[in-house]
């Protein structure tokens, strides 16, 4: 008796668990019918599209960073503090445009002791070449009047003073330049990018205080695989894409690096673009290098429905409108969508009229 109760217990807990799932499933409650006439839109009331093949372009999207050919640093060829820098990054120059300014006041007070030492020497030697012509006069007069000894000393005197003299000038030549180092001005017309010191530091001799470089030779540098970069040529025109900015920009091929990476098995690919305008260095773009043709299926975006994550579209068949499911790829901006899979050349897509 008891094992019977225990075997009644365990089938009313089955049937009782039982009715909870079904409960659960949605057994008990009303079934909404299923509509399909919005779905499907029948051969007469709907427009009829027969699929083809289009050709198209096969693209090589090669990812790269923008790089400025003309750049260079500002650097002082001096060690002196910074008494001004004109410009902070973003500001356009031109060339010989006055960029930082360095204390000169030990400077110019050389130039002038350069100066003072010239005159001194061009002095010393009016004086000696007065000197010698008094001596060459009485020399011609009374030649025993004047030993030889006094004539050697004489044009001694005139050799060393014309020789301090060109000295005296080569100082204060040397002088004039260290004072010209003290402004420091553009060699190109561009935008300053980086500024490393401000007034009051102290600048040293090869040490960088400003970077700056010519927007308009802004180049996408791409590592490009080796079988696509055999194809391409200098001078050859390809189309870049900034992703940042949304943009299309036509370029040249300008270079290409002859040395394969061994790593990537790629070659570094730099191509000049045209119009710099949103463009900075540093700025992620792709490169779009045709590498063939490929057959591609397209449909108007409003001929696919989309129920949960399925895409379909509604075929034309000898039994009716049938609906089909499809792989679709990226939408276009003219309307249309391509279809991957799903579709043959000749079947004929229905869409509704609206």
Known sequence: MKVAFKILGIFLALALLGGVMAYLAGFFEEKIPLDFSKVVPQSDTAESITVEIVSEPLIERAAGTLRAKV????????????????????????????????????????????????????????????????????????????????????????????????????????????????????????????????PGDTARLGVPVLRLYNPATLRLETSVRESVASKLKENQDLIAEIDALGKRYEGVVDEIVPSADPGSRTFLVKV?????????????????????????????????????????????????????????????????????SGLKPGEQVLVSRR
Request: proline share 4%; hydrophobic share 40%; aromatic share 4%.
């Open 71 to 198: 750049e260079t640093v500002i650097s002082p060829l001096i060690s002196a503090t910074i008494s001004s820098i004109a410009v902070w990054a973003g500001d356009e120059v031109q060339p010989g445009d006055v960029l930082v300014d360095l204390d000169a006041r030990e400077l110019k007070a050389r130039v002038d002791q350069a100066h003072q030492a010239v005159i001194s020497a061009q002095a010393i030697l009016t004086r000696t070449e007065k000197e010698a012509k008094r001596v060459q006069r009485i020399f011609k007069a009374d030649p025993g009047a004047i030993s030889k000894a006094e004539r050697d000393r004489i044009q001694t005197a005139l050799s060393t003073g014309r020789a301090q003299l060109v000295s005296a000038k080569r100082f204060e030549d040397e002088a004039k330049t260290a004072l010209s180092h003290s402004q420091l001005t553009s060699p190109i017309a561009g935008r300053i990018v980086e500024r490393y010191a401000d």
């Open 272 to 340: 000049s673009l045209t119009g710099d305008e949103g463009l900075y260095p540093g700025m992620f773009g792709r490169l779009l290098i045709p590498i063939g043709q490929i057959e591609k299926i397209y449909i108007p975006t409003v001929a696919a429905t989309r129920v949960g994550q399925l895409d379909f579209v509604v075929v034309k068949s000898e039994q009716g409108a049938v609906r089909r499911y499809v792989r679709l790829g990226e939408p276009k901006v003219d309307g249309r969508i391509e279809v991957v």
